[in-house]
């Protein structure tokens, strides 16, 4: 405003309007009694224009899926001396309006916990109606349930894909019917997408797309929860190795690779982040590069050692297993983590590269080289240019 070319009484105008906040109010700007402004259409109309402007540089936030917590400092949760009216009684404290005493009831899922209410609510926005959450205070419990986890092995590494769920290291398939259920809640959002287009409505203010997009989300929480309490039951691992999550697939159309990263790496990371207050599990997370087409015996990478989606069979050392078991491999949680977060592709390759012919080295000595240079730059089997291959071995 100041850098505009409008002439300064203009501008005074309009640090009026902006002050008592009057550019949407109609007719004069009156305080006490005494005359503030008075009315113009086409200095107001200006004004209008020029915050329509502003607005669609600096979008206002969306807080429809923000659940505020309020702690101590707002609201104080109290018991009730009888239940006649309710279980708790909240005292919201409103600047400038006083206290406010809010009848609350509780519920039975907090009720098997057996634990104390935790010193904050939650306030949940619905369609028409806000939710209080009571919180439970569950250190002592998670500090016990800690205390009694004790694992019966160092790690347990996971390899995540949307045919197969989760396969680990020990050669287990969890959630084999993962990518089936998507494909059919996929097909059920296009056919509502495309019944509203056709009226020229948008997708989500139909209930019918806004529920059915809703049982999706609730399916990926619910199997992602299940298959990782599978893994933790059945190998108890002080550790969790991961590979960075890609929640996308080629059979599923573009409007559900949208929805889907962002719902199931949420989910994930709450459960992560669950499995590590309350059992003390670690999560590892690891460079996923060619961990398809890498060996998990020798080491050997190759697009051909994967024939198809689910088959690996190394063209150097013939170990054969499955494409998912075999990616799961923990190797690289010694790669540094700040290392690994500069690598790209080519980077990555490279280090494979390096630690295969170095093994080689140790083992025949001479023939490393031969087998180095005949086998991965003849016949160019890692793809990867000669020079920048041959520099970072040379590190």
């Known amino acids: 405003m100041q850098r505009s070319t409008l002439d300064a009484e203009t501008k005074h105008q309009m640090h009026v309007l902006n002050k008592w906040n009057a550019i949407h109010a109609r007719g004069d700007i ?11 259409r086409g200095l107001r109309r200006l004004a209008q224009n020029i915050l329509r402007g502003i607005r669609k540089r600096h979008r206002y936030p969306r807080l429809g899926r923000i659940a505020p917590r309020l702690d101590h400092r707002v ?152 298959v990782i309490n599978r893994i933790i039951e059945l190998r108890r691992p002080a550790a969790l190795v991961l590979e960075k999550l890609d929640f996308r697939h080629p059979d599923l159309s573009r409007r559900m690779n949208r929805m889907l990263p962002n719902c199931g790496r949420r989910v994930l990371q709450d459960k992560l982040i669950d499995l590590e207050e309350r059992l003390g599990i670690k999560t590892v997370e690891v460079n996923p590069a060619y961990t398809s087409q890498q060996c998990s015996s020798c080491g050997f990478v190759a697009r051909s050692n994967r024939p198809s989606w689910s088959r690996f069979r190394c063209g150097w050392c013939g170990h054969q297993a499955h494409a998912d078991v075999n990616g799961a491999c923990k190797a690289r949680r010694s790669w540094p983590t700040d290392r690994r977060k500069r690598f790209g592709k080519r980077d990555a390759l490279a280090e ?22 005949s086998t991965f730059m003849r016949e160019n089997l890692l793809s990867v240019d000669q020079t920048a291959f041959e520099r970072r071995l040379s590190q």
């Open 30 to 40: 009156v305080s006490r009694g005494k005359l503030i402004w008075t009315e113009d």
């Open 352 to 373: 494979l590269a390096r630690q295969f012919t170095e093994r080689f080295d140790q083992a025949y000595g001479r023939r490393g080289d031969a087998l180095r240079k």
């Open 75 to 226: 609201a104080e949760v109290q018991p009730a001396k009888t239940a006649a009216h309710a279980d708790f009684w909240i005292r919201l404290r409103r600047p400038r309006h006083g206290k406010l005493w809010m009848p609350v009831h509780d519920h039975d899922g907090r009720k098997r916990r057996h634990a104390p209410p935790a010193k904050a609510i939650q306030l949940v926005r619905g369609a028409d109606v806000l939710t209080i959450c009571l919180l439970s205070d569950v250190t002592e419990q998670y500090a016990a349930s800690r205390a009694s986890y004790h694992p019966e092995q160092t790690s347990i590494a996971a390899d995540f894909g949307l045919d197969t769920l989760f396969a680990t290291n020990a050669g287990d398939l969890l959630g084999r019917g993962f990518l089936t259920r998507l494909k059919r809640y996929d097909a059920q959002v296009a056919a509502i997408s495309k019944h509203q287009q056709r009226r020229g409505v948008k997708p989500r203010q139909a209930q019918r797309y806004r529920k059915t997009v809703q049982r999706m989300r609730g399916f990926v929480k619910t199997e992602i929860n299940r």
